[in-house]
């Protein structure tokens, strides 16, 4: 929990919190992995009657150990000092679920601090409350998932925020020449990214807007945030090339079984306390039971998006060859000498398991194949245990004009899928069956 000692429990401090037992980083000069520290970090069951798992905290406030301690903690809630609360307030500022989960959060992308949210766009309005306000432009990659555009252009806009954007595969002299007509529109408070883009699965340079961040702004440089949602935090970790703070839908990969909705932010203090100090005021933090749900699968997280990008693996190579199949859009499939393939090779490690599938054929073809998938189930989102299947310019992106719509290449017989972690032979029989219907 926040600000707990990794190795000592410390009873001592009279007005001092009970410092939880934490399971040690590291083992003689071993490093733990993530995947083995998501049992235990953070969590000392000596404080919970010895309860392997931590008990769900349904409470809404929490006792102070003296008022000079409560005084403490509603100084640094306030912000008046920095940082988190160093003790358990009041469950709109911090609870021990949220607590624990944002450590392990924190530990995937070896980041300093993690927060938590009631949804990914909780996270996403937060991070925009805390770094912008009126008069400032917002640099953006685009496409930005539908209801991110809508914050950023149509919400902030009525409180006199403005944007500019360029094209998610941008080079560092298109980035250049966008922060400098920037520049000249008011004080940029924020460069928002989203890569992989949805549902172009574009990805950004994140190292070229760095360079260009750096090169365009000598004094206050404004930070760089990032959706990580489609291939973090397995496959891309956007704070090794020199992002600020990266944002999720927790809903989709990191919960991984569609069955909750939370979102969350990660990086350094110094980024993260702003966001902290609006979460605190406007309340947005996640709820203990969904923390607690996303303890568990963070368990499991590895073993999850390993298997459900070997499963995609399969299922891309084998609808790549069939007749009915124009194009897959996935990020396995590269062209070697491209600016796509080379972004691909300094930012990702895995390909993940989210892919465009466009048919032969339109609207019916498409249709026609959603309908006779028996496995795979037709609906949006993401990232779950189970393959789904959508079409985005119906569904998701109906109400995109259809000249945007086309730029992005969101076209009639595009299918989006997102591969689950079935058996990849009973995945690969269900699309070659469908095909057949179409
Ligand atoms: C789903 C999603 C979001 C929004 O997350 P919610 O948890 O639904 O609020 C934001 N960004 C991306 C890339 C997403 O896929």
Redesign the pocket.
């Known amino acids: 929990m926040a600000g707990g000692d990794e190795t000592e429990a410390d009873l001592s401090g009279g007005s001092q919190r009970r410092r939880p037992r934490h399971q040690p980083k590291h083992i003689g000069g071993r490093r733990l992995s993530p995947a083995t520290l998501m049992m235990g970090h953070g969590y000392d069951p000596a404080l919970s009657e010895g309860a392997l798992k931590p008990p769900i905290f349904l409470t809404s406030t929490f006792v102070f150990e003296s008022a000079a301690a409560g005084k403490r903690h509603f100084e640094q809630v306030t912000g008046k000092r920095a940082g988190a609360a160093e003790g358990l307030v009041y469950s709109r500022f911090n609870g021990p679920n949220q607590e624990i989960l944002e450590d392990r959060l924190a530990i995937w992308e070896d980041a300093e601090e993690a927060l938590t949210f009631s949804?990914?766009?909780?996270?996403?309005a937060t991070l925009l409350l805390a770094y912008v306000k009126p008069g400032d432009v917002i640099v953006h990659s685009a496409p930005?998932?539908a209801?991110?555009e809508t914050l950023i252009g149509k919400i902030l806009g009525r409180f006199g925020v403005t944007w500019l954007d360029f094209p998610a595969g941008a080079t560092r002299a298109q980035i250049d020449a966008v922060l400098e007509q920037a520049k000249a529109q008011g004080r940029v408070s924020l460069i928002y990214l989203?890569s992989p883009a949805?549902p172009t699965n574009a990805l950004v340079d994140v190292e070229a807007v760095v360079a260009a961040r750096d090169a365009a702004f000598a004094e206050s440089p404004p930070p760089i945030a990032i959706?990580n949602?489609?291939l973090g935090p397995m496959w891309a970790q956007p704070l090794r090339q020199g992002a600020d703070i990266v944002?999720?839908?927790?809903?989709?990969y990191a919960g991984g079984h569609s069955d909750l909705?939370?979102?969350s932010a990660v990086g350094a203090k110094a980024m993260i306390d702003p966001i902290r100090a609006m979460r605190n005021t406007i309340g947005t933090i996640t709820d203990p039971h969904t923390a607690w749900m996303l303890l568990r699968s963070l368990e499991t997280l590895e073993l999850r998006m390993t298997r459900a990008s070997e499963n995609a693996a399969k299922v891309c190579a084998y609808l790549r060859d069939h007749p009915k199949v124009e194009q897959v859009g996935y990020l396995g499939f590269l062209a070697e000498d491209s600016r796509q393939a080379d972004i691909y090779r300094r930012h990702c490690t895995g390909a993940g398991s989210t892919f465009s599938l466009y048919l032969k054929g339109g609207e019916r073809e498409a249709f026609a194949f959603l309908d006779a998938l028996k496995i795979a189930k037709l609906a949006v989102?993401?990232?779950g245990t189970e393959t789904l299947a959508s079409a985005p310019a119906a569904m998701t992106h109906l109400s995109v004009p259809d000249d945007r719509k086309a730029a992005l290449g969101i076209t009639d017989n595009l299918v989006r899928i997102s591969i689950g972690v079935e058996d990849a032979g009973d995945l690969v029989a269900d699309m070659e069956q469908a095909l057949a219907a179409v």
């Open positions: 949804s990914g766009m909780a996270a996403i930005l998932y209801a991110t989203e949805n959706d949602t489609f944002v999720y839908s927790l809903t989709k909705v939370a979102g989102s993401l990232g």
